[in-house]
């Protein structure tokens, strides 16, 4: 997969993105970004990315992420009405948490379901798997953010 992206020969989606960047201990901003950043780091919204569609119309952005070690990064998400997202873990000791500004989210970690309500935060380990979904009737946005350790010596 590595060969066929280097040379231009595919496009990675989300889920590879993110199995690179954990097997680099890097957030996935780190791959999509060139040259150091300087200490203080202002960006605006040109800066974000869309990394997901869902069928529905949802979406979940990329809106910045710290460098490593101990990389974080800020997601926005909105899942419509019947749209789900993830399923695999990410590298050991990642942490994750997600604040619901509105709807509900059907939170599922190592195969346990979870409803969190509009203003609730739900914290978990990002190394077990896990999965987001709305099986709400209207639109569910999520703030959230992902540490990511250092790379394992």
């Known amino acids: 997969m590595l060969v066929a992206l280097e040379q231009g020969r595919s496009n990675p989606n989300l889920a590879t993105l993110a199995r690179i960047a954990d097997a680099f201990g890097v957030p996935v901003t780190r791959l999509l970004e060139g040259a150091d950043e300087a200490v203080v780091r202002v960006t605006g919204p040109s800066a974000v990315r869309v990394l997901w569609h869902g069928p ?31 399923g ?40 077990l798997q896990h999965g987001y979904a709305n099986h709400g009737h209207r639109r569910a946005v999520l703030t959230m953010v992902t540490v990511i350790p250092p790379a394992a010596g």
């Not at 979940?60 to 993830?86: M, N, S, V, Y």
């Open 88 to 127: 695999e873990a990410h590298a050991p000791a990642t942490r994750e948490m997600t604040w619901v500004e509105s709807g509900e989210l059907t939170l599922t970690v190592a195969g346990h379901r979870y409803q969190v309500g509009q203003g609730e935060c739900a914290r978990f380990p990002g190394d």
């Open 56 to 86: 529905a119309g949802g979406s979940g952005t990329i809106i910045a992420a710290t460098p490593p070690p101990w990389a974080a990064e800020l997601w926005r998400w909105q899942l419509e009405p019947g749209e789900e997202f993830g």
